[in-house]
């Protein structure tokens, strides 16, 4: 096993990048990982982020240390906070990595004046796997391939060109993803999601924002309590639901369970999945419907367009529809506790 003390700065003078004035753009150390063939990842921080970057890159670990609030300190005051505050710790066994970063005192015992904001960033291969976690900062994931697991309680997700199992979540901030595919689930409770050009199983929630889908293929569970929903160009299934905001939906290619309790819907599907249903209790729905295809209709509002139709079948109310287009098909339900304005393309 090869282990690497930090906090022993002048000891390890071979692998250091001394840092002159700026620390969180000029490492304060790195260790070059070459030859270890990393397959996996460990890294815990309590007071910075984390970034994992497979491909691309020579191998190596570089550590990012700066005082709170961002505050700039000599080096000499790093290294002596360091060795009285903190253990810092980086060790390599087995493929394996392991990066550590936590105080040695907590609680009333910690002079929060001397925190220090430890990061890390760690250049890999591509196929690794991951376990991150963080108390105080960001987390970047890039072109891994593998099992990410990663967790942080005070910052926001960022992931791009993924594949594999990607799990993930924040309870203080926004989530970014982007060209990744297979099994992915993040989650936040105290921002917005951003979902683009991914596909395969995608579980997206937040709590406290909004959720913006685009260019999204396979299975997908989108939910919000405090935001809206925008979602283009999704083909598959996608089941979405907002409890605090409007929904809005074009080009959708696959079959569909959208529902808001406190916003009005605007849904153009293009192609017909499997099914149809929205539903509505704090707001209008506009829906546009691929014309010339059989459906079967369910429709409920206080009040629902009129729109001629040359092969529909049942009865049509002012706040009731029920019947068939094109000799029945694809079941289409809306429930809307205000009007309905439906349109075909």
């Known amino acids: 096993m090869k282990t690497y003390l930090l906090v022993l700065a002048l000891a390890c003078a071979g692998t250091v990048a001394s840092a ?16 270890d063939a990393i397959k996996n990842v460990f890294v815990k921080t309590s007071g910075g982020s984390i970034t994992v970057s497979g491909g691309g890159e020579s191998p190596r670990v570089e550590i990012y240390v700066n005082g709170n609030n961002g505050q ?11 060795a009285a505050d903190y253990i810092l ?10 990066a550590t970063a936590k105080r040695k005192h ?3 015992n910690f002079n929060w004046r001397r925190q220090l904001n430890i990061s890390f960033k760690v250049y890999t291969g591509r196929d690794v796997d991951t376990h991150l976690n963080t108390s105080g900062g960001s987390i970047h994931l890039s072109n891994l391939n593998g099992h990410e697991e990663f967790e942080t309680s005070g910052g926001s997700l960022h992931v791009a060109g993924l594949t594999g199992v ?5 309870s203080g901030g926004s989530i970014e993803v982007a060209d990744s595919k297979d099994n992915i689930s993040l989650e936040t409770s105290g921002g917005s999601v951003r979902a683009t050009n991914c596909q395969g199983n995608i579980k997206l929630g937040t709590s406290g924002g909004s959720v913006r889908m685009e260019a999204l293929k ?6 919000t309590s405090g935001g809206s929903i925008n979602g283009r ?21 696959c079959s569909l369970d959208a529902s808001t309790s406190g916003g009005s819907m605007h849904v153009e599907v293009t192609k017909l999945g499997k099914y149809v249903k929205l539903e509505s209790s704090g707001g209008h729905v506009d829906l546009k419907l691929p014309d010339g295809q059989g459906m079967n209709l369910d429709l ?4 629902i367009s009129k729109v001629t139709l040359n092969k529909f079948s049942g009865e049509w109310e002012k706040d009731r529809v029920k019947g068939t287009i094109n000799g029945g098909g694809v079941p289409v339900k809306v429930d809307a506790s205000d009007s309905l304005n439906l349109s075909f393309n």
């Open 233 to 253: 160009d999704i083909e598959g299934e996608l089941v979405t639901g907002t409890s605090g905001g409007s929904v809005n939906l074009s080009n959708m290619a």
């Open 218 to 223: 396979g299975t997908i569970h989108a939910e």
């Open 166 to 170: 990607i799990k993930g979540g924040t």
């Open 72 to 82: 700039e300190l000599s080096k000499e005051e790093i290294e002596k906070r360091l």
């Open 20 to 35: 002159q004035s700026n620390w969180d753009k000029t490492p304060y150390q790195t260790k070059s990982l070459s030859g």
């Open 89 to 98: 710790d980086v060790s390599v066994s087995n493929h394996e990595l392991h």
């Open 300 to 303: 409920s509002a206080s009040r």
């Open 106 to 108: 907590e609680g009333f």
